[in-house]
């Protein structure tokens, strides 16, 4: 794919609404619209006359000002813009995920009334920063969630039509006499694309069928983000991954016609630092199960199943526009987990890139065998400290959902940094224990580990599984399992690929 470019321009003005625009667009409370019995007069919205018609539908219960919901009102002349489109926002605090939300349905009432040209009106609590945001952070917030909104997933249709994209928007700040806000908003603002198209690139990448993307598609998607981006790449194939011992990797993808890939991309902004992350995405192209065969229902989701892949590329196209003074090593063993003559059986024995031996209980518990070898491959590079992400387990979906993204850890402190950053992020992460006890589900008789624990507490175990690679460095495990694919949209999510955890990997590195 080429490099994400949003076509959104912008511009940060502040006092009236004076140039021409498609749709203005302005948050409302329910206490904006509550008219007080003995006041004389009402604060003013945009106009007298369209506030007049905005207060008379909520007086009517047409429009209550609930969280994203969106009241259109025709201007009649009165503005530079034909509507304006009133989205309902919460009284009191302000949190980034509602901030976001705003933003994505203004750019979904965009989209609907095929308005090129965008003015924002920003409340002054929220050019303040609400919460515990800075302007600079509401900027972020708002801009992601109205790029974020208005991305529609491809397609192949013959007769599909390109989705309408809002081509500027010019934010309009009250006047104020604090120092910079309008440099502040801009700066925040293009923080804010770039995290949003690092998003929708995994966004893209993991939509991709799985015919269009093989292992050796997706090293050389990475190839052309490393070429981009001016990095260094390693791409490993079969015969190299053979030769460095990464029978893990091996294992899983020799039952596909589609060899496997180990992929490793260099960024170095602290030469001078011994301090190296260490992020490693699960890239299982597609997964049938292998022998252990997936039931044919759903299994056309799988394309996700190299979500924690994209995650970690997103990551990284944001890093390498940024440039924060930071070392990265990014690990991503891809496969595709296909049943064949050669493809690895329940019962086998194999040897990891560490010496550790496994033994296949399940092969469709394969994901935590290629990260066995990605963990591996990043620590003999030099990473200090390891973030794996990955579509793992079914089993986080039933104690999460698809609401939060499950963690398991060695690490409580750097767990709690990345729980941090997903809040920022607007991305839950829920920690799950590290128990003794777990462990020794993975007990095998034959080698070093099994590759499934049983039933029971299965997210955990198969997060254990990983950690056992990390060598007692700082490690956090990241099941997206649940995040990764949605069934509907929700908020500044579409349908189909999140591309979830990009921008929390991002917040907490850069």
């Known amino acids: 794919m080429d490099k994400v470019t949003t076509a959104f321009t912008y ?44 207060r008379d539908s909520y007086e009517r219960s047409l429009f209550a000002a609930k969280p994203q919901e969106v009241q259109l009102i025709p201007t009649l002349g009165n503005l530079p813009a034909p509507y304006v489109a009133f989205i309902g926002f919460e009284d009191g605090s302000v949190s980034p995920t509602a901030l976001r939300e705003a933003a994505a349905a203004a750019a979904k009432a965009a989209a609907r009334l095929k308005a090129a040209k965008v003015q924002i009106r920003v409340r002054q609590d929220i050019v303040d920063g609400p919460g515990c945001l800075e302007p600079q952070q509401a900027a972020q917030v708002f801009t ?6 208005q991305h529609r997933r491809k397609t192949a249709k013959q007769d599909a039509k390109a989705p309408f994209v809002t081509e500027s928007v010019e934010w309009v700040l009250p006047s104020t006499d604090a120092e910079d806000i309008s440099g502040k908003w801009e700066r925040g603002i293009q923080r804010g694309k770039i995290f949003a198209e690092g998003t929708i690139f995994a966004r893209n990448l993991t939509n991709l069928p799985g015919n269009q993307l093989t292992p050796e598609g997706l090293a050389e998607e ?70 252990s065969l997936k039931k044919a229902e759903g299994m056309e989701e799988m394309i996700s199943d190299m979500g924690g892949a994209a995650a970690v590329l997103g990551a990284l196209q944001i890093i390498g526009e940024l440039k924060p003074s930071i070392n990265v090593i990014a690990v991503i063993p891809s496969a595709e987990n296909m049943p064949s003559d050669r493809a690895v059986k329940p019962g086998d024995v194999i040897t990891t890139m560490s010496g550790r031996t496994i033994e296949i209980i399940n092969t469709d518990a394969e994901g935590r065998v290629v990260l066995a070898d990605g963990l591996t491959a990043a620590i003999k590079r030099g990473a200090t400290k390891l973030i794996d992400v990955a579509t793992l387990t079914g089993a986080v979906m039933v104690a999460l959902g698809d609401v939060a993204t499950g963690a ?79 069934e509907k949209e929700r908020g500044v999510t579409t349908k189909g690929a999140t591309g979830v955890m990009v921008r929390t990997l991002a917040e907490l590195l850069v």
């Not at 021409?20 to 302005?26: G, T």
């Not at 992601?144 to 909104?149: K, V």
């Not at 460095?244 to 899983?252: F, K, P, S, V, Y």
């Not at 402190?413 to 997903?422: C, M, N, W, Y």
């Open 144 to 149: 992601e969630g109205f790029l974020l909104g």
């Open 222 to 291: 990475a190839e052309r983000l490393a070429e981009r981006l001016e990095l260094e790449i390693e791409v490993l194939d079969e015969w190299s991954a053979a030769e460095q011992g990464m029978g893990g990797l091996l294992a899983i993808g020799q039952g596909s016609i589609n060899p496997p890939r180990m992929i490793i991309i260099h960024y170095k902004g602290n030469p001078q630092s011994d301090e190296t992350w260490g992020l490693v995405g699960k890239g299982i192209t597609f997964d049938t199960g292998g022998i």
């Open 408 to 486: 398991v850890t060695n690490d409580e402190s750097l767990a709690q940094q990345v729980i941090e950053a997903g809040h920022r992020a607007g991305e839950r992460i829920w920690p799950l224990p590290n128990y003794p006890e777990y462990k020794k589900q993975l007990h095998s008789d034959v080698a070093d580990l099994k590759n499934i624990g049983g039933k029971l507490a299965g997210t955990i175990t198969g997060g254990l599984f990983i950690g056992t690679f990390a060598e007692e460095k700082p490690w956090v495990h990241l099941d997206i399992g649940g995040t990764a694919w949605l």
């Open 11 to 54: 511009s940060v003005s502040q006092g009236g609404l004076a140039v021409a625009a498609d749709l203005i667009v302005v948050l409302v409370t329910p206490a904006d619209l509550k008219r007080e019995p003995q006041a004389e007069e009402t604060t003013t919205l945009v106009h007298p006359a369209v506030d007049q018609a905005l």
